[in-house]
Protein backbone atom coordinates (compact mmCIF):
# COMPACT_ATOMS: atom_id res chain seq x y z
CA UNK A 1 0.00 0.00 0.00
CA UNK A 2 1.25 3.31 -0.80
CA UNK A 3 2.63 5.35 1.85
CA UNK A 4 3.73 2.19 4.23
CA UNK A 5 7.21 1.67 4.58
CA UNK A 6 8.31 -1.86 5.04
CA UNK A 7 11.16 -2.76 7.83
CA UNK A 8 14.06 -4.15 6.71
CA UNK A 9 14.87 -7.38 7.41
CA UNK A 10 18.53 -7.12 9.38
CA UNK A 11 19.40 -10.20 10.56
CA UNK A 12 17.48 -13.68 9.44
CA UNK A 13 17.97 -17.13 10.14
CA UNK A 14 16.48 -20.15 8.62
CA UNK A 15 16.25 -23.98 9.79
CA UNK A 16 19.78 -22.94 11.89
CA UNK A 17 20.66 -26.12 13.73
CA UNK A 18 23.93 -26.15 15.74
CA UNK A 19 26.07 -29.08 17.15
CA UNK A 20 28.60 -29.40 19.48
CA UNK A 21 30.65 -32.25 20.36
CA UNK A 22 31.29 -32.84 23.91
CA UNK A 23 33.56 -36.11 23.87
CA UNK A 24 31.54 -39.37 22.76
CA UNK A 25 28.11 -37.20 23.16
CA UNK A 26 26.61 -34.89 20.40
CA UNK A 27 25.03 -31.75 22.02
CA UNK A 28 22.38 -30.08 19.95
CA UNK A 29 21.76 -26.90 21.15
CA UNK A 30 19.60 -25.52 18.16
CA UNK A 31 17.22 -27.31 16.19
CA UNK A 32 15.86 -25.98 13.21
CA UNK A 33 15.45 -22.36 14.59
CA UNK A 34 13.55 -19.72 12.24
CA UNK A 35 13.62 -15.87 13.03
CA UNK A 36 13.93 -12.09 11.60
CA UNK A 37 14.95 -8.84 13.44
CA UNK A 38 13.77 -6.27 11.62
CA UNK A 39 14.85 -3.14 11.73
CA UNK A 40 14.29 -0.36 14.45
CA UNK A 41 12.72 -3.29 16.62
CA UNK A 42 13.30 -4.32 20.42
CA UNK A 43 13.32 -7.71 20.65
CA UNK A 44 14.08 -10.09 23.56
CA UNK A 45 15.18 -13.79 23.19
CA UNK A 46 14.40 -15.73 25.94
CA UNK A 47 14.77 -18.74 27.87
CA UNK A 48 15.66 -21.18 30.72
CA UNK A 49 19.68 -21.68 31.38
CA UNK A 50 20.61 -24.46 28.57
CA UNK A 51 17.44 -23.83 26.55
CA UNK A 52 20.20 -22.32 23.73
CA UNK A 53 19.30 -18.87 23.83
CA UNK A 54 22.98 -18.03 24.41
CA UNK A 55 23.94 -20.12 21.47
CA UNK A 56 21.00 -18.89 19.84
CA UNK A 57 22.83 -15.25 20.56
CA UNK A 58 26.17 -15.88 19.12
CA UNK A 59 24.46 -16.74 15.88
CA UNK A 60 22.73 -13.43 15.66
CA UNK A 61 25.85 -11.82 16.82
CA UNK A 62 27.69 -13.44 13.69
CA UNK A 63 30.00 -14.93 16.95
CA UNK A 64 29.48 -18.62 15.06
CA UNK A 65 28.59 -19.79 12.02
CA UNK A 66 26.04 -23.00 12.11
CA UNK A 67 26.12 -26.48 11.81
CA UNK A 68 23.35 -26.51 9.23
CA UNK A 69 20.92 -23.51 8.15
CA UNK A 70 21.80 -20.21 7.29
CA UNK A 71 22.23 -17.07 8.89
CA UNK A 72 21.84 -13.88 6.99
CA UNK A 73 23.19 -10.39 7.96
CA UNK A 74 21.79 -7.74 5.35
CA UNK A 75 21.12 -10.27 3.41
CA UNK A 76 24.48 -11.74 3.51
CA UNK A 77 25.52 -15.19 4.49
CA UNK A 78 27.65 -14.90 6.87
CA UNK A 79 28.87 -19.23 5.88
CA UNK A 80 30.00 -17.89 2.67
CA UNK A 81 32.34 -14.78 4.43
CA UNK A 82 36.00 -14.61 5.31
CA UNK A 83 36.71 -14.28 8.97
CA UNK A 84 38.29 -10.74 8.08
CA UNK A 85 34.77 -9.88 6.55
CA UNK A 86 33.11 -11.54 9.39
CA UNK A 87 35.33 -9.27 12.02
CA UNK A 88 34.69 -6.74 10.08
CA UNK A 89 30.79 -7.05 9.86
CA UNK A 90 30.61 -7.76 13.63
CA UNK A 91 32.66 -4.14 14.51
CA UNK A 92 30.63 -1.92 12.11
CA UNK A 93 26.85 -3.32 12.18
CA UNK A 94 26.70 -5.23 15.91
CA UNK A 95 27.42 -3.11 19.00
CA UNK A 96 27.98 -5.57 22.10
CA UNK A 97 26.46 -5.18 25.65
CA UNK A 98 27.66 -7.53 28.05
CA UNK A 99 26.55 -8.84 31.46
CA UNK A 100 29.70 -8.75 33.17
CA UNK A 101 30.55 -5.18 31.35
CA UNK A 102 34.01 -6.44 30.22
CA UNK A 103 35.67 -3.14 30.37
CA UNK A 104 39.13 -2.75 30.68
CA UNK A 105 39.92 -1.67 34.27
CA UNK A 106 43.04 0.59 33.83
CA UNK A 107 41.60 2.54 30.99
CA UNK A 108 39.25 5.51 31.72
CA UNK A 109 36.04 5.65 30.21
CA UNK A 110 36.39 7.79 27.65
CA UNK A 111 39.25 5.35 26.58
CA UNK A 112 37.19 1.86 26.78
CA UNK A 113 34.17 4.08 24.60
CA UNK A 114 36.51 4.38 21.70
CA UNK A 115 38.08 0.93 21.28
CA UNK A 116 35.77 0.11 18.79
CA UNK A 117 37.17 2.90 16.94
CA UNK A 118 40.88 1.78 17.26
CA UNK A 119 39.99 -1.49 15.85
CA UNK A 120 38.03 0.55 12.86
CA UNK A 121 41.22 2.72 12.05
CA UNK A 122 38.98 5.71 13.11
CA UNK A 123 41.46 8.95 13.45
CA UNK A 124 42.18 10.05 17.40
CA UNK A 125 40.80 12.74 17.37
CA UNK A 126 37.72 12.10 15.74
CA UNK A 127 37.08 8.87 18.16
CA UNK A 128 38.06 10.81 21.45
CA UNK A 129 35.23 13.36 20.08
CA UNK A 130 32.67 10.85 19.48
CA UNK A 131 33.37 8.88 22.58
CA UNK A 132 32.93 11.91 24.61
CA UNK A 133 29.46 12.45 22.68
CA UNK A 134 28.21 8.60 23.41
CA UNK A 135 29.36 9.28 27.24
CA UNK A 136 27.02 12.49 27.22
CA UNK A 137 24.27 10.69 25.69
CA UNK A 138 23.94 7.81 28.46
CA UNK A 139 24.57 11.06 31.18
CA UNK A 140 28.12 10.56 31.67
CA UNK A 141 30.05 13.22 30.55
CA UNK A 142 30.90 13.91 34.38
CA UNK A 143 32.55 10.37 34.35
CA UNK A 144 34.49 10.99 31.53
CA UNK A 145 38.15 10.90 32.84
CA UNK A 146 37.42 7.87 35.51
CA UNK A 147 38.20 4.05 35.47
CA UNK A 148 35.89 1.51 35.73
CA UNK A 149 36.77 0.57 39.63
CA UNK A 150 35.43 4.19 40.75
CA UNK A 151 32.04 3.91 38.75
CA UNK A 152 29.18 2.26 40.78
CA UNK A 153 27.82 -1.22 38.80
CA UNK A 154 25.09 0.96 36.70
CA UNK A 155 27.93 3.67 35.13
CA UNK A 156 30.20 0.82 34.05
CA UNK A 157 27.04 -0.25 31.80
CA UNK A 158 26.29 3.00 30.94
CA UNK A 159 29.71 3.20 29.64
CA UNK A 160 29.40 -0.51 27.82
CA UNK A 161 26.12 1.01 25.89
CA UNK A 162 28.23 4.15 25.13
CA UNK A 163 30.95 1.78 23.98
CA UNK A 164 28.24 -0.34 21.80
CA UNK A 165 27.51 2.45 20.04
CA UNK A 166 30.51 4.13 19.14
CA UNK A 167 30.23 2.90 15.35
CA UNK A 168 26.93 3.76 14.63
CA UNK A 169 26.06 -0.06 14.81
CA UNK A 170 22.69 -1.23 13.09
CA UNK A 171 22.40 -3.92 15.59
CA UNK A 172 22.85 -3.34 19.74
CA UNK A 173 23.20 -7.20 20.92
CA UNK A 174 22.30 -6.69 24.46
CA UNK A 175 23.59 -10.43 26.81
CA UNK A 176 21.79 -10.28 30.33
CA UNK A 177 22.64 -6.46 30.25
CA UNK A 178 21.01 -6.20 34.38
CA UNK A 179 21.72 -9.37 35.49
CA UNK A 180 24.81 -8.09 37.45
CA UNK A 181 22.72 -5.26 39.02
CA UNK A 182 20.05 -4.50 41.52
CA UNK A 183 16.46 -3.55 40.46
CA UNK A 184 16.17 -0.15 40.47
CA UNK A 185 19.98 0.69 38.34
CA UNK A 186 18.56 -2.36 36.06
CA UNK A 187 15.32 0.00 34.99
CA UNK A 188 17.41 2.53 34.58
CA UNK A 189 19.50 0.64 32.02
CA UNK A 190 16.30 -0.72 30.36
CA UNK A 191 15.06 2.89 30.31
CA UNK A 192 18.26 4.08 27.93
CA UNK A 193 17.88 0.90 25.77
CA UNK A 194 14.38 1.86 25.56
CA UNK A 195 15.01 5.46 25.01
CA UNK A 196 17.88 4.47 22.11
CA UNK A 197 15.21 2.45 20.40
CA UNK A 198 12.98 5.12 20.29
CA UNK A 199 15.88 7.15 18.57
CA UNK A 200 16.00 4.49 15.68
CA UNK A 201 18.03 1.82 17.12
CA UNK A 202 17.58 -1.98 16.68
CA UNK A 203 17.63 -3.35 20.07
CA UNK A 204 18.30 -7.48 20.37
CA UNK A 205 18.41 -8.54 24.03
CA UNK A 206 19.23 -11.95 25.64
CA UNK A 207 17.61 -12.61 28.88
CA UNK A 208 16.01 -15.22 31.69
CA UNK A 209 13.82 -12.67 33.21
CA UNK A 210 10.19 -12.19 32.21
CA UNK A 211 10.31 -8.98 33.19
CA UNK A 212 12.92 -7.20 31.94
CA UNK A 213 11.62 -8.93 28.38
CA UNK A 214 8.46 -6.86 29.09
CA UNK A 215 10.63 -4.01 27.86
CA UNK A 216 10.61 -5.44 24.24
CA UNK A 217 8.07 -4.60 21.63
CA UNK A 218 8.32 -8.74 20.62
CA UNK A 219 9.67 -11.96 22.57
CA UNK A 220 11.28 -15.11 21.26
CA UNK A 221 10.91 -18.00 23.60
CA UNK A 222 13.40 -20.91 23.10
CA UNK A 223 13.25 -23.82 24.85
CA UNK A 224 15.21 -27.23 24.03
CA UNK A 225 17.19 -25.50 21.30
CA UNK A 226 13.60 -25.04 19.36
CA UNK A 227 11.54 -21.42 19.16
CA UNK A 228 8.48 -22.10 21.63
CA UNK A 229 6.68 -18.85 21.20
CA UNK A 230 6.97 -15.67 18.85
CA UNK A 231 5.47 -12.95 20.80
CA UNK A 232 3.56 -10.26 18.22
CA UNK A 233 4.65 -6.89 17.87
CA UNK A 234 2.90 -4.76 20.51
Known sequence: MEGIRVKKEIIKL????????????????LRGVNAEIYEGEFVAIMGPSGSGKSTLMNMVGCLDTPTSGH???EGRDIAIMSEDELARARGKKIGFIFQK?????????????????????????KREKEAKHYLKRVGLEHRTNHLPGELSGG???????????????????????TGNLDSKTGNEIMGLLAE?????????????????????????????GKVEARGVRK
Do not use: S
Open 71 to 73: VYL
Open 155 to 177: EQQRVAIARALMTNPAVILADEP
Open 101 to 125: FNLIPYATAWENVELPAIFQDQCCK
Open 196 to 224: LNKEGKTIVMVTHDANIAKHAERTIKILD
Open 14 to 29: RDVRKTYQMGDVEVHA
